[in-house]
Structures are given as structure tokens and as C-alpha cells.
């Protein structure tokens, strides 16, 4: 069973930053590919970003590009998203997964690759 546990979120004023943490317990974390999800109120879960295991090519959602970063840190266990210049349609419920069976692929922008999801992390963003 893995385990994924999110935390970092919170209210901010737009153009602030936040940074959350994911952090995976139950196997190998250096063979997971890891990715990061979004779900407003009344909306769709949509891809964020996401990371694969192989030379930690990422990739991002357009509307992120070049406000934030994810990256990941194998001896914590832990996936990172650093979300700077913050804006309302930011706000959201923020969800990392896990694919513990693909070592070898690439970062994957689909939710049905993920086999395992946190709980999620509400962030706000206010006007």
C-alpha cells in the first residue's frame, strides 16, 4: 500500500507563493514517477505538473509554465511544488500521485497513469 500525504497549502494574496510537499511511504520512491493535480469547486481534476524517474524530465499545465516548479528530493521521499505569482483561478484543492510500476516512463500529464493519490491540500488564493 503507498501512501501519499500532502501538506503546504493555505490562503495567500495573489502574486504570493506557496510550497507543498508530498511525501511517500510504502516503496521505492526513486522508482516512482510522480505528478500533481488540481480540482476547483465544479470543476474537473486537471494535470498541474509532473516528474519522471528517468533524468527528471518534468512537465507543466500552460498556465503554470514558468510560475512553478516541481522537483523532488528521493533520500526524503518527498515531491515538491513551488507555485510563485499566485492567482485566483490558481485556487483549488491540490492532489499529488503516485506510479509505483513505471520506473521507466516518462512524466505523464494523465490521470489514469496514477495508481495512487493523496488527500489532498486546499489552496486559496485571494484577490
Known amino acids: 500500500q503507498v501512501e501519499l500525504v500532502e501538506s503546504g497549502g493555505g490562503l495567500v494574496q495573489a502574486g504570493g507563493s506557496l510550497r507543498l510537499s508530498c511525501v511517500a511511504s510504502g516503496g521505492t520512491f526513486g522508482n516512482y514517477r510522480m505528478g500533481w493535480f488540481r480540482q476547483a469547486p465544479g470543476k474537473e481534476r486537471e494535470f498541474v505538473a509532473a516528474i519522471s524517474t528517468n533524468e527528471f524530465i518534468t512537465a507543466y499545465e500552460d498556465s503554470v509554465k514558468g510560475r512553478f516548479t516541481i522537483s523532488r528530493a528521493v533520500a526524503k521521499n518527498t515531491v515538491y511544488l513551488q507555485m510563485n505569482y499566485l492567482k485566483p483561478e490558481d485556487t483549488a484543492v491540490y492532489y499529488c500521485?503516485?506510479?509505483?510500476?513505471?520506473?521507466?516512463?516518462?512524466?505523464?500529464?494523465?490521470?489514469?497513469?496514477?495508481?495512487?493519490w493523496g488527500q489532498g491540500t486546499q489552496v486559496t488564493v485571494s484577490s
Open positions: 500521485a503516485a506510479d509505483p510500476a513505471s520506473w521507466n516512463a516518462p512524466a505523464s500529464r494523465s490521470r489514469a497513469v496514477y495508481d495512487y
